[in-house]
């Protein structure tokens, strides 16, 4: 891309360190579109960390590429909340489009002379690594605000799971979470089920799964799976 007159590198979404010799070869320096705001969630996973951990918001920083990871300079920032409802796919999207209007508003900037680049404060940063399988097995003893954030921070990948039945289903999306639900049955066990979703007792608290998928099946709503499963209360997650 050209900007200030010479040529940029402009980077997106991409995965690896650049070494010094790919950064000196563009004289107008590296750019990079960054999906977190910066110092916060530096690395490969900053959209579904920031769901995962329960961030109220995220954003998209414009920064002056170098030799570390994220480290560089900030130029712009825009920000977002995140939602209850929010999965990582969703955010994704808004991020998308978010980060192209930064950039273009970023590069007229940066050729009128108007951005300062801001030094990142290194005593503020925390990391995003790569989602991982294991990562995705759900442990029923844990919250159900935990599990709430975990199904949504990993969808689209790599999906959340749990053992029912001696199969392995994928766990693509969940109901409101109600603060104020409480269940007496062990966790993992389903305390009732019907269209609106399988509500499923946790370590604290009951979280209601709405779109589930089974090993060779298309992943479906509550209702379709509950009929088609004979999903009843007494059925247990985990196991």
């Not at 329960?54 to 590429?65: A, C, F, R, V």
Request: contains cysteine; aromatic residues 4%.
């Amino acid at each position: 891309l050209a900007a200030l007159g010479a040529d940029a590198l402009i980077v997106v979404a991409y995965g690896l360190i650049l070494p010094a010799s790919i950064l000196a070869v563009a004289p107008a320096g590296c750019i990079n579109v960054h999906a977190s705001l910066l110092p916060r969630w530096r690395g490969a996973a900053p959209i579904a960390r920031a769901v995962a951990a329960g961030d109220n918001e995220t954003g998209i920083s414009i920064m002056q590429m170098e030799a570390g990871l994220d480290t560089g300079p900030v130029l712009a920032q825009a920000r977002i909340p995140i939602t209850d409802t929010d999965t990582a796919a969703l955010l994704h999207d808004r991020l998308s489009v978010l980060g192209a209007d930064l950039l273009v508003a970023t590069l007229a900037d940066l050729e009128q002379g108007r951005v300062r680049p801001r030094p990142q404060d290194a005593s503020r940063a925390c990391y995003a690594p790569k989602l991982t399988k294991q990562e995705a097995v759900l442990d029923w003893q844990q919250p159900a605000s935990v599990l709430h954030r975990t199904i949504r921070a990993f969808n689209p990948a790599p999906v959340a799971t749990t053992s029912w039945r001696g199969e392995t289903l994928r766990l693509w999306d969940v109901g409101p979470l109600d603060a104020h639900a409480r269940a007496d049955e062990p966790p993992g066990t389903v305390i009732g089920a019907d269209r609106d979703g399988i509500r499923v007792a946790t370590g604290d608290g009951v979280l209601t799964l709405t779109r589930l998928q089974a090993p060779g099946a298309k992943a479906v709503g509550a209702a379709e799976f509950v009929n088609g499963r004979r999903v009843r209360a007494g059925d247990r997650f985990g196991t």
